[in-house]
């Protein structure tokens, strides 16, 4: 029998996952359209007022976009769990780290990509200044994937279990303050008119540092869940 | 080394040699207690700035400073439960997390009375120290909630020890994190600078013994809980059935 190697595997559940989503479109609709709803009613309930709402934008942005990658994660390995693939991806010789990584990654392309894609015209939306749309749009692009890569850790832990949705939230919210502050500080600052190259180098060490060690704990935790 | 490390692990022997101690140690808790506790809300002076205030602030600096050792326990107990699979992490840890909360929510409610008396305000976001005790008080709970949500008691513990450990690296990231937050998002604020500085000797004191007495509280209230835990889980063992039959 051939070798298969461990990039082969990475790209093979890439695939494969991304191959699944795209068979089943509401796992890309669902996280988007909850992300387009929350961010609209913060208008509604706080004020119509372009002057409040900008400044409160990029706060709502980024906790709308925290709560649809929150919500979009119960979907990363639950059906893996339940049709027995993950046990399998488990049981595979290549190491767990990898293959974590890319069901991360082909999660945070389906669930987190689309929001990070839309969130300039959201921002529009919410008038936040036009200084802060690109700002606004890479610390997303930069954070997103962070909280992917968190969540799947909860995620991860709490795979087996019968009620999932809430415990899920207390054990991922109170860990995404970091990043929460690091986006919104971005973005703030960009419109004070600071120099940003700081607050991108702390929220670009967060993502190097999550991407190298919380896949690490999502494989452990799925270990432990999956026996 | 290695055979005093084995020991450690076993059940037994913990619960027969804190047996012996536990007297002692809580004996020296109710003398430290009610001296450090008499000691700082009867007789402590005035500060001449905060006047009685500070009377709370030695009950809360005792307790916030054990409140921060609860995660690097759990974390220690979580790896030696994760690499050496030793029962009696777990049995610590299992504890540890609502007393650690307590402790947490104890900080911040007398923090909070202090600051209703001395800021003028029962909470403020301008303060790092509150901010980052509410979220640790928030993972604490985490780890309560999923303990008591995954039933297997192995998988429980495996899964609170890794959430423990990725909880207290969490706590050191979330404390900078919201103090550089707060040093950006606001001017500094005049709150925090107010106290500390004017505390003379007495005051010291008086906490140093408090916060001898509230890490005593935390060991000897940590232990019992371990010991009824290692009755509940070793209760088909013989040597807990003798204790049983004998008491």
């Known amino acids: 029998m051939d070798q298969v190697t461990t990039i082969e595997a990475f790209t093979a559940t890439l695939k494969r996952d991304l191959l699944v989503a795209y068979k089943r479109k509401n796992d890309i609709f669902n996280p988007f359209m909850f992300f387009l709803i929350v961010c ?158 700081g607050y991108m180098a702390v929220l670009g060490a967060m993502f190097f540092g999550s991407l190298t060690l919380a896949p690490l704990a999502s494989a452990t935790a799925l270990r432990i869940s999956v026996t | 080394m290695w055979m005093w490390f084995a020991k450690l692990g076993s059940p037994r022997w913990f619960y027969e040699i804190s047996t012996k101690w536990l007297p002692w140690l809580a004996s020296a808790m109710c003398i430290l207690m009610i001296v450090g506790i008499v000691w700082a809300l009867l007789f402590l002076p005035p500060d001449y700035q905060q006047s009685f205030t500070t009377r709370i602030l030695v009950i809360h600096v005792a307790v916030a400073g054990t409140s921060l050792a609860f995660f690097p326990l759990m974390a220690v107990a979580g790896t030696i439960t994760l690499v050496w699979k030793m029962k009696l992490a777990d049995m610590v840890a299992k504890h540890a997390a609502p007393l650690g909360a307590w402790f947490s929510f104890v900080t911040l409610a007398t923090g909070s009375l202090w600051g209703s008396v001395m800021w003028g305000t029962w909470w403020e976001w301008t303060d790092a120290r509150l901010v980052s005790m509410l979220f640790q008080f928030f993972l604490l709970l985490s780890v309560v909630a999923l303990r008591s949500a995954i039933e297997d008691p192995d998988k429980s513990a495996k899964a609170c020890a890794l959430l423990s450990i990725v909880g207290c690296i969490n706590v050191v990231i979330i404390k900078y994190s919201v103090e550089w937050w707060n040093v950006l998002h606001q ?49 088909r063992s013989q040597w807990v059935q003798e204790i049983v039959r004998t008491s």
Do not use: C
């Not at chain 1, 906790?63 to 693939?85: P, V, W």
């Open chain 1, 40 to 197: 609209s009613l913060f208008p509604i309930g706080i004020s119509p007022d372009p002057a409040r709402l900008g400044e409160i934008a990029s706060g709502v942005l980024w906790i709308s976009a925290l709560l649809a990658s929150l919500l979009a994660m119960d979907s990363l390995y639950r059906n893996d769990f339940e049709d027995g693939s993950l046990e399998q991806l488990l049981l595979s010789p290549h190491p767990l780290y990898f293959l974590v990584l890319a069901k991360n990654m082909a999660h945070w392309l389906v669930s987190g990509l689309p929001v990070v894609i839309v969130s300039p015209l959201v921002a529009y939306m919410l008038s936040l200044p036009d200084d802060a749309y690109w700002v606004m749009f890479l610390t997303l692009l930069l954070g997103t994937p962070i909280l992917s890569l968190l969540g799947s850790i909860g995620v991860a832990l709490t795979v087996g279990l019968g009620s999932r949705g809430l415990i899920l939230a207390v054990i991922t919210l109170p860990m995404s303050v970091p990043v929460l502050i690091a986006g919104t500080l971005t973005v703030q600052e960009a419109l004070n008119g600071a120099s940003l190259s």
């Open chain 2, 187 to 235: 001017p500094s604020s005049p709150l925090s600078t107010s106290n500390g500085s004017a505390n003379g000797p007495e005051f010291w004191m008086a906490t140093g013994v408090m916060i001898l007495a509230v890490y005593l509280f935390f060991i000897v209230s940590l232990t019992l809980a371990t010991r009824n835990e290692i009755l509940q889980r070793e209760r």
